[in-house]
């Protein structure tokens, strides 16, 4: 994996944010020391039934599933969901 899943949610969640909510969401995030605080801070500002509801690319439900399912209160784990999740997120992004 190229990115903390993390990583990858911040940028999913910044292209569904307006400029205005984006700019919001970045400060508050800059004040955060670790991930799971990061997380917190996401999940606060952010409703993530939009990425199973109306996703503005399809496999996004990837990652409201690995949201949902699989963090745990204490990891991140890199499983195969995300790393696939990833590799079309780059493949799409042509990152």
Known sequence: MKFHP???LKIRVLDYL????QFSLIEKIAKKKTHREVLSVILKN???D???NSPLMLEDIYLYNYI???IT???F???SLIMKYERRLLKKVKI
């Not at 307006?18 to 909510?21: A, G, I, K, M, R």
Request: charged residues 40%.
């Open 68 to 70: 949902k399912y699989e």
């Open 73 to 75: 209160s204490s990891k």
């Open 46 to 48: 952010f409703d993530i």
């Open 50 to 52: 939009i990425f199973k």
């Open 18 to 21: 307006t400029n205005e909510d």
């Open 6 to 8: 993390i990583d990858l």
């Open 77 to 79: 784990p890199r499983t």
